[in-house]
């Protein structure tokens, strides 16, 4: 199978993610860890990790008491988290052709992943043909409007400056250094709206969703985004269930 532009870029950087994303309280995942636990809830039966990446929310999820399938279509984050022990089941797949039976997984979670997808509507029509009816999607995005501008400055109480139309699809490179940490980051902005339509085309209708605000007090290096939103959280579930 060919593989896509983002594929490419995950499997190129793979081990750049695995240090970065593994370095304690490096990046903002530790500010916002347990208030992400909290939105998903302890539960049990089978759970989907779509973009597992090093295996981080697998960890998280099989913490949750789920039973967790951990999929990416990089193998080398797959072995990754399988060398972890993040899951129970290892998958090496893209999300827009997920290898598992229909109505498989009571939640499937897609963790800051659809943005590094292009083709979002494909990956969340396999999300909702895998979730049985009566499951739970929870998905983690970049907000999309954090996502189209830049704070001024590094002070916390600096200017957010829109620099993008809000609306269309861009795709964006960039690199971050950090505590001697290189990290090369790709994906693709979008607005809100393309999220929930391709959420109602494809049969599931968004039930819940927050803004969260990160933790760590005065001095934080993320307390410029408790004045307005880094991600976006949501919970989606199939129509005939809300």
Known sequence: MTRTIDQEHWSR?????????????????????????AF?????????DVGC???????????????????DPVGEFVDAAKKAQSADDYVIASGADLPFRDAHFDLV????????????????????????????????????????????????TSPFVIQDDYFGLKRFEGMEERDGLRMHFA??????????????????AITSLREPVPAGGDGH???????????LWLKAR????T
Not at 13 to 36: G, K, M, Q, V
Not at 53 to 71: D, F, H, P, Q
Not at 222 to 228: I, N
Request: net charge neutral.
């Open 40 to 48: 998903i809830g302890r539960g049990e039966g089978e759970a989907l």
């Open 221 to 231: 290096r993320l307390q410029r985004w408790t004045r307005m939103p880094l991600f």
């Open 13 to 37: 950087f793979s081990a750049e993610w695995i240090t970065w994303a593994r370095a304690p309280d490096h990046d903002s995942f530790w500010a916002y860890r347990d208030s992400f636990v």
């Open 109 to 156: 979670v897609a963790y800051n992943v659809l943005m590094d997808v292009e083709e979002v509507p494909a990956v969340v029509r396999e999300i909702r043909r895998v979730l049985r009816p009566a499951g739970v999607v929870v998905i983690s995005i970049v907000h999309p409007f954090s996502d189209r501008g830049r704070f001024a400055a590094t002070e916390p």
């Open 53 to 71: 990446g090093e295996g981080r929310i697998s960890r998280e999820l099989k913490a949750c008491g789920y039973r967790v399938t951990a999929s």
């Open 187 to 204: 994906g693709w902005s979008r607005p809100l709206e393309a999220y929930a339509t391709a959420l109602e085309d494809a049969g599931l």
């Open 238 to 241: 199939p129509f005939a269930f």
